[in-house]
DNA sequence: TTATTATATCGCAATATTACGATATATAGT
DNA sequence: ACTATATATCGTAATATTGCGATATAATAA
């Protein structure tokens, strides 16, 4: 008991929830956002930033890296984050496709 | 300690974040699938689609109607729900919203 | 080599989520 | 009134997430 039961559902909707799962975090959206304002950023700059440790800002980091949404370039002592554009679209089209359903313009039964 | 910094972070980030985290569970997007397809159904359609447990699936439905994307209409014993196509449209402006901030078309750093 | 800077990872405590049995509530049918 | 049906809520165990200090790693600077 506990943990969510990936097994009885789809493929589809096990990709669809981990990816909106990795982006279900204020810091995570802010991260993106000033990622996306200053076209790239280190991972200090985000501690300055947000105000969040260290070790936090690395660990949000990691889980945007996971779904492939940000990549990282190591430059000398730091690591610099920006966008994987070709990702981001990807989840863009994904979401669209989930959202583009046609919804029904009458009320409940 | 554990708890997200919610005051940290502004209005749009958390509300964004509420929003992804209420979709972000494969039990919910099926619901909303299925909802869609059928255009409605109650609690114990859900229960026998998706086999997970009647308290289960109840608890899902409460995070949907918390964000206002699915609403309940009593009908005899049961509750009919069906989305808010209000709430639905309002939701997918902000993805749109936050997804359609321009990228770069350009490596890092 | 030693110090500095930047990041990642480990370990842990606090908190949140997930799932479900048991139970409460409420309506419809007999 | 009694029974069946449908849902919501409570309580609880298992698991996951969040945040951070401490520490490890790795590259540059002095």
Not at 4 to 32: C, G, M, S, W, Y
Not at 34 to 58: F, H, M, P, W
């Amino acid at each position: 008991m506990g943990a969510t039961k990936k097994d009885i559902f789809n493929e589809e909707q096990n990709r669809l929830a981990t990816v909106l799962k990795a982006l279900a975090h204020p810091a995570r959206i802010a991260i993106l956002q000033y990622i996306i304002k200053q076209d790239a950023c280190i991972c200090n700059d985000l501690v300055q930033e947000l105000g969040l440790a260290q070790a936090t800002i690395s660990q949000h980091l990691k889980e945007l890296k996971n779904i492939g949404i940000i990549k990282g370039n190591i430059e000398g002592t730091s690591v610099c984050y920006c966008i994987d554009e070709k990702a981001w679209k990807q989840i863009k089209i994904e979401l669209n496709h989930f959202f583009s359903d046609t919804i029904k313009t009458e009320e409940c039964c």
